[in-house]
């Protein structure tokens, strides 16, 4: 993935952050119990992957709208928090546009669309086989801590993202 909205691509961020950082992604427990199969990510964005089992299904037989929920918030986690600085989703809100069955891929991607000090908007997307299933948007707070250790961090990494 390469991102050039704010003048950078992912070999911006220096690989053994970048490895670091996406072995935190890839260990993430909710990520993991949603079946997650597949992740990737450059800083303001992500693409995760999952294959509907029918233990995420609802009594009437479809996908139930906290699995699409739930896989849309791995997406912005992981999107958000991509520059390393730690990020905390404070609201999200999501429209389902159609049913999902159990055996259906669906893929959430995760865009910034605006970021400031404190502050990150995205808008995130729900797909299975292309169609999209459900669109949501996000808000998350910036703090100051970093992901590993704040002293691996460059600090004009710090200071630009």
């Known amino acids: 993935m390469v991102k050039k909205r704010y003048g950078f691509i992912v070999l911006d961020l220096p690989t053994v ?11 993430d427990p909710t990520a993991k119990s ?10 303001g964005e992500s693409s995760v992957r ?29 999107a958000s928090n991509s520059y390393g600085r730690k ?35 995205y808008q995130i997307e729900l797909r299975v086989g292309g169609e999209l299933v459900a669109s949501a948007t996000g808000l998350t707070f910036r703090t100051d801590e970093w992901h590993l250790s704040e002293e691996d961090w460059p600090e004009d990494w710090k200071n630009k993202y």
Do not use: C
């Open 87 to 121: 990020s905390l989703a404070m609201k999200a809100d999501i429209t389902y546009h159609r049913g999902v069955s159990t055996g259906d891929e669906v893929v959430a991607s995760a865009v910034e669309s605006s970021r400031s000090r404190r502050f990150a908007s």
């Open 50 to 78: 999952s294959v509907l089992t029918e233990n995420f299904t609802n009594f009437l037989g479809v996908g139930h709208g906290g699995f699409l929920f739930t896989l849309a918030d791995v997406a912005l986690s992981f």
């Open 17 to 27: 952050l970048k490895n670091n950082l996406n072995q935190l992604f890839l260990d």
């Open 34 to 43: 949603i079946g997650v199969t597949e992740i990737a990510w450059a800083p």
